[in-house]
């Protein structure tokens, strides 16, 4: 059942204030770990790997629970669950309790958490919006992350150093809470009884709880679809490059500039907040490139569903070639002079 414009209106909302909070924890944390704890590079990098880690495991574990999840329920726990990691980190750095161990837990727990708020918020996307403005909706979904990105690292630096870890933590966790509070009165998408068919022609699946070995079978049959599939493969593997060189460059970054060149955290917020500059371009240009993103959605449904779209499933290409376009004789235009037939017996 396509969302009405106040349930799409609510997650543009939370999905901000969540990404926000999501950047926000990005920096408390490694300054936390270079300046209150004094980490070296070796705890550095297994602050990074648990965060990244955590991502890569839960986008693969919990794709086949999210699908057969309220996305909506999923969305809101994924939020609540953050700002209880948060608020318990606030309260162990104000007794003076926090160490590297309980940081790397941390880490990995947001992780996990966010990955899962962003796969049942693009799964809600998805069953909710009609195929025709899904373009536009992810194009603001787009723009909206972009800007919060770039004010939480504006506001994120000024916050630590202004406020101190505890409260930064704390208003941290307060974020993930006006989040959840958006999503509360959000409508969850409607998967339909079973035997139902949805927007693709599919039958809809039950809403029931799935078994251990579904779950295999799911994730084996997501890996099979990657491995196969050029465009996936190559998409899977920029993600792995790019997570492996953002780990490898923030596993000494944090440390050489906050601790050896001594910029303090609200200078190095507005240097973060000019790269994220970039994004918000990026997903100003995305929103007038709609047109193609229509264009590609289509070619991508006939080349996965090509019987269903007009095509041969046997056949490689165009599922359907134009008719060619008839030129215009000389004769065909206006004052132009009859030619004569020619003579078949000269020739």
Known sequence: MPSSTNDFRRVLAAEGISNFGSMLSRLALPWLATLALLATPLQMALLVVAD??????????????????????????ADLGRAGVLALLATLAFAGLLSMTLLVVAAALTGL????????RSAWVAQSVD??????????????????ETGAFAAGGWLYQLLGAVLALAVDAASYLLSAACLWRLRDADRGPSGAVD?????ARPFAPPSRSRIVD?????????VATPALRALAMLEVLLALGGSVAATS??????????????????????GSL???????LRQRRCDDCRLGSARTRRALHPARHGGDPGRRGPARRAPARRRRRCDDLPGARPHPAPDRRRA
Request: a positive charge.
């Open 52 to 77: 990244v880690a955590a991502g890569a495991v839960g986008a693969l574990l919990l794709g086949a629970l999210v699908d057969r999840s309220s996305k909506r329920a999923t969305m809101i726990v």
């Open 113 to 120: 958490l966010t990955m899962a708020f962003q796969l049942a």
């Open 131 to 148: 195929a025709d403005r899904l373009p536009a909706r992810n194009a603001q979904l787009s723009a909206v992350g972009s800007v919060s």
């Open 199 to 203: 927007a693709n022609g599919s039958e």
């Open 218 to 226: 799911e994730l084996r049959s997501g890996l099979a679809v990657i």
């Open 253 to 274: 970054y944090m440390i050489y500039v906050a601790r050896d060149l001594g910029f303090g955290t609200g200078a190095l917020g507005m240097i973060f907040a000019t």
């Open 278 to 284: 970039g994004a918000v371009a990026g997903a100003a």
